[in-house]
């Protein structure tokens, strides 16, 4: 069980309380989203698994499917404005296959550009609306120069995987992956490429440059690097995890972001000599993208948005702050829910506070809180699949309610879960 507390505030004196403010939004999938991109604080893609693209316009409030009808997935998705956009899919039914779509309307139809078979591609990006680069398995790495109806293979040998691409312009071009202490650059749109000396040979499944001279990249083991002098020369920095971190983001030379294995969100604002977990969440986290410094979004396993409209900062709540003046038990959000919902109140006296779950029959399926606490504000993640009693393990689609009692305080709400 995960319990985040909101608030908590004792009386009318200085307190000094922390919070970090990643929030989950309805995607309306359980499908894994391995990929993300914003074109403002408005408009997005998250895309992933069987197909799965949704959009949202209205800041990831409320997201809608664009999924395509195929059995391939999508790794890397890649906009130049509000209509314009590529992705690149991969299957390994029956052996290794890969596409190029391509959309013109914000993704309404999507149009397949080019299909390969023998390697799969990894990741996509677009300087503009006619030069893009595509990499994948076995070193392979894909140049168009005419908006992607033609790509020809400027890869500078078969080995390895490339996973990611870091695009500062046509020309400028980094790529990183499975390259045996390499990275791989370019100064003329891939048509010689530089063998970057590495200090690692795992895989970096990520690398970003906030400036023309720092730049970051994070891969298996909880490795994080990082230069200084426009990598050409890199430094381990450290990261106190062993799990595999997928994507980072840096917004300058101090402040970034890094996602993965096990639910991670590290954040940092000092270059990386400290880094703070912002997560209580344990999914699989595969792609970060901030807007600025305060706006941005992450996805992962079964169907997982997260936002934060504040860099996901522990924040500090300090000097004189108002109590909370009435009990209150808040609608669970999302509602309808699969797996996770949340479930927040308040109360302005001290005391034992329980609240639990009932079917629509009036048995109780789990119990969240049951504890003595001190007046305030609170939320809990409630995960269905988590609470199932050892003579009910399947719990099935349908109505439940949530109950709460704070002294004689007792209210219930409904909640429908839609498996």
Partial sequence: MKTLILISILSLISVNFVFSQWMQQSSGTSQKLLTCFFINENIGWAAGDAGTILKTTNSGESWFSQSLNTN???????????????????????????????????????????????????????????????????????????GGNSWA??????????????????????????????????????FRWSFIAFPDEGTINSITFSDAFNGWCCGENGRVFRSTNSGLDWEQVSLN???????????????????????????????????????????????IQMIDSLKGWIVGTNGKILKTDNGGVIVSVENEVEKVKDFYLFNNYPNPFNPNTIISWQSPIS??????????????????????????????????????LSDRPELTTGVYFYRLQIGSFIDTRKMIYLK
Avoid at 85 to 100: E, P, Q, T
Avoid at 357 to 373: K, P, Q, S
């Fill in 153 to 190: 293979d400027y890869g500078p040998t078969a080995f390895g995987w490339s996973t990611n691409i870091y695009m500062k312009s046509k020309n400028l071009v980094w790529v990183a992956g499975s390259i045996y202490g390499y990275l791989l650059r370019t100064t003329d749109m891939g």
């Fill in 351 to 388: 005391g034992r506070q329980t609240l639990k779950i009932f079917d629509i029959l009036g048995n109780e399926v789990a119990t969240l809180i049951d504890e003595y606490r001190e007046a305030g504000r609170y939320e809990v993640e409630f995960n269905i699949t988590r609470f199932a």
């Fill in 241 to 287: 995890t062993t799990n595999t971190l997928n994507d980072l983001y840096f917004i300058n030379g101090d402040k970034g972001w890094i996602v993965g294995g096990n639910g991670k969100i590290f954040y940092t604002s000092d270059s990386g000599q400290s880094w703070n977990n912002q997560s209580n969440f344990n999914d699989e986290f595969y792609c």
């Fill in 72 to 146: 391939f997935n999508v790794h890397s998705i890649h906009f130049i404005d509000s209509l314009k956009g590529w992705a690149v899919l991969y299957s390994f039914s029956g052996g290794r296959n890969s596409k190029i779509i391509k959309t013109i309307n914000g993704g309404n139809t999507w149009e397949t550009v080019r299909q390969f078979s023998g390697f799969v591609l990894i990741d996509i990006k677009f300087s503009d609306a006619f030069n893009g680069i595509a990499v994948g398995s076995d070193g392979i790495i894909l140049i168009t120069t005419d």
